[in-house]
C-alpha cells in the first residue's frame, strides 16, 4: 500500500529532525554534513510542498445496498 | 344478626373495596413522596418495595413493563418520587401503590443515572489513567463518529482541513440522540477496530439537553470507547457538558471543534517548525565548516606544511652526518685490519722456510715431490730436485757416503 500524504510528512519530519539531530551532534565527518543538509533541504522543501497542495480528503461510510460499508464522498460544503 | 344482613365471601368484600378505591379520582393518579424500603427485584422483572415516611408504610409494585423506562437502578433509603395509582390486592386483602414512573427525589432519574453509572465504571477501573491511549502526533486518518448532519461534523472537518489537510477523514454516520443512537455509536466504534480503519477516533455531538446528550452517558458506548484499540478523542456538546464518555476516553475535548484541535497538529506550527529546523541545520553546518577551517588554519601554519623545504633539509643534514659517521667508522676499521695483517704477516715471514733457505740451506725431493730428508733414503741414479731460495735443479744420484753416526738402518 503506497504511503498516504501523511505518512510522507511524518516519515520525511522524523528524518529531517534525525538529520538535524546528528548535523548539531557535530560528530558527522563534514562532506557527509553537507550531503545530510542536501538531503534534509529537500526534505523539508518536500515537508512544505505537501503542506501546500494538500487539500483534506472526506469520506462517508455508508451501506451499500449488498450489505457492505463502502467510502462515498461526502460533501462538506452542505450544510444540510 | 339480622336477616337481612348480607354475608359477604373474603373475595366479594375485596372486590368491594377494590371498586370502592377505583372509584376514588384522587387515587388514579397520584405522586407520592417516601424512601424506598424492602426493595426487590423478581425474576419476572418486576419490582416490589415499601414506601416509608417517619409514620407510615406503603407497598408498592412497579411491573416490567413500566420498570423498562427506569434510567436508574433504586435502592433501599433512596428518597423517591413514585407515581402512579392506588388500588387493592384482592389476594391479600391489602391496597397498594401501582408505581408506572420512579424519580430520584431532588437529582432528576438522569443525573441519578449518571451518578449510579459513573460510580460503577469507576470502581471497574475504566476511567484509570494508565488505560489512557496516546494519541498519533500524525494522525494518518481520523475516523469520526457523529451525526452527518447539524453544526458539529462541518466545524469539525473545517478545523481539521485548516490544521492538517494531509489527514483523511472517514465519517462514520450515527444517530447521536434517540433510542438507537447509543447502540448505533457503540457499533460505530467497534467496526472502526475490527476493520482497523482508522489511527484516531473522534466521538462526539454539538451541544443540547442533558437528555439530548444522553446516549454519551450510556453504558455501551462508555465501554465501547474504553475497549477500544483505536485512541478515542470525546466530543459531546459545550464546555461545561461532562459525559461518561468523557470519563472513559483518551481525552475530553469540551467540544466538537476543540476536539479537531486537539487531533491534529497546525500547519502554522508545522511550517514553522520546518523554517527552525532549517535554520538549526543550516547553523549547525556553518559551525562544523567554521570549525574545518580552523581546523585547517591551523595545520597550514605547522611548519611541515608552512615550510615542507626545511623537513628535507634537516633530513639531508642529518643523512650527511650519519653518512660521515658511516665513512670515518669504516676507514678506521679498514686501518685496523691493516695493522692487523701486517703484524701477522711479519710473524709468517719470520717463519717462512724461504728464509732457512736463503741463509744457504736447499731442499732435495724426488720427482713426485716427495721430500728426501735423509743421504739413506736417496737411491743411486735417482733424480732428485734439489730447491734454493732462488729457484731449483734437476740433478742425480753418483754415489753414496754415509755420516759416521747415521749408518742405515738396513
Known amino acids: ?49 505537501l503542506l501546500d497542495e494538500a487539500e483534506l480528503e472526506i469520506v462517508k461510510l455508508t451501506k451499500g445496498p449488498d450489505g457492505t460499508i463502502q467510502e462515498v464522498p461526502f460533501d462538506r460544503e452542505d450544510p444540510s | 344478626m339480622s336477616s337481612e344482613q348480607q354475608i359477604f365471601t373474603v373475595t366479594q368484600l375485596n372486590n368491594l373495596i377494590k371498586a370502592a378505591f377505583d ?35 406503603l407497598r408498592c409494585v412497579m411491573f416490567k413493563g413500566n420498570a423498562a423506562s427506569l434510567r436508574f437502578k433504586p435502592e433501599n ?85 485548516k490544521r492538517y489537510p494531509l489527514s483523511k477523514v472517514l465519517l462514520l454516520p450515527v444517530r447521536v440522540q434517540g433510542e438507537t443512537a447509543a447502540g448505533e455509536i457503540a457499533r460505530a ?3 472502526a477496530n475490527r476493520e482497523a480503519l482508522c489511527d484516531l477516533l473522534i466521538v462526539g455531538r454539538g451541544g443540547g439537553s442533558l437528555e439530548d446528550l444522553w446516549a454519551f452517558n450510556e453504558e455501551p458506548v462508555a465501554r465501547a470507547i474504553y475497549a477500544s484499540e483505536i485512541p478515542v478523542i470525546s466530543a459531546v456538546g459545550h464546555e461545561p457538558d461532562v459525559t ?33 529546523l532549517q535554520k538549526a541545520m543550516t547553523a549547525a553546518l556553518r559551525r562544523q565548516a567554521q570549525l574545518a577551517r580552523s581546523h585547517l588554519d591551523a595545520l597550514l601554519a605547522c611548519p611541515a606544511l608552512k615550510d615542507p623545504q626545511s623537513l628535507i633539509r634537516d633530513r639531508r643534514q ?28 711479519a710473524s709468517l715471514d719470520a717463519m717462512s722456510p724461504l728464509k732457512v733457505l736463503a741463509r744457504g740451506y736447499a731442499t732435495a725431493a724426488d720427482e713426485e715431490g716427495g721430500l728426501v730428508t735423509s743421504a739413506a733414503s736417496a737411491r743411486l741414479r735417482e733424480r732428485l730436485v734439489i730447491t734454493f731460495h732462488d729457484g731449483t735443479i734437476r740433478t742425480t744420484v753418483e754415489g753414496e757416503s754415509y755420516a759416521k753416526n747415521q749408518v742405515p738402518d738396513l
Open chain 1, 1 to 49: 500500500m503506497p504511503k498516504t500524504k501523511s505518512q510522507t510528512f511524518e516519515s520525511n519530519m522524523t528524518r529531517l529532525e534525525e538529520i538535524v539531530h546528528r548535523l548539531e551532534d557535530g560528530s558527522v565527518p563534514l562532506e557527509e554534513a553537507m550531503k545530510l543538509f542536501q538531503e534534509g533541504t529537500a526534505l523539508a522543501g518536500s515537508c512544505g510542498k
Open chain 2, 23 to 57: 372509584n376514588v379520582p384522587a387515587l388514579q393518579n397520584l405522586c407520592v413522596r417516601g424512601e424506598i424500603s424492602n426493595y426487590k427485584l423478581y425474576p419476572s422483572g418486576h419490582h416490589y418495595f415499601t414506601l416509608k415516611d417517619a409514620e407510615g408504610s
Open chain 2, 77 to 161: 433509603g433512596m428518597s423517591v418520587l413514585a407515581l402512579g395509582r392506588v388500588s387493592v390486592f384482592p389476594r391479600d386483602g391489602a391496597y397498594q401503590l401501582y408505581c408506572t414512573r420512579l424519580i430520584p427525589d431532588g437529582a432528576g432519574d438522569l443525573q441519578m443515572a449518571f451518578d449510579q453509572l459513573k460510580q460503577k465504571l469507576f470502581a471497574e477501573g475504566l476511567f484509570d489513567q494508565a488505560h489512557k491511549k496516546t494519541l498519533p502526533t500524525y494522525p494518518h486518518r481520523i475516523g469520526v463518529v457523529t451525526s452527518p448532519a447539524g453544526a458539529a461534523v462541518h466545524d469539525m472537518l473545517r478545523i481539521l482541513g
Open chain 2, 189 to 191: 466504534i467497534e467496526y
Open chain 2, 244 to 276: 461518561i464518555s468523557d470519563f472513559t476516553a483518551d481525552l475530553r475535548a469540551a467540544t466538537p471543534s476543540n476536539a479537531a484541535e486537539l487531533a491534529v497538529p497546525d500547519q502554522t506550527e508545522l511550517r514553522g517548525r520546518l523554517a527552525a
Open chain 2, 318 to 345: 642529518s643523512l650527511d652526518i650519519t653518512l660521515n659517521e658511516l665513512i670515518t667508522g669504516q676507514t678506521k676499521l679498514v686501518h685496523a685490519q691493516r695493522n692487523r695483517l701486517t703484524s701477522l704477516a
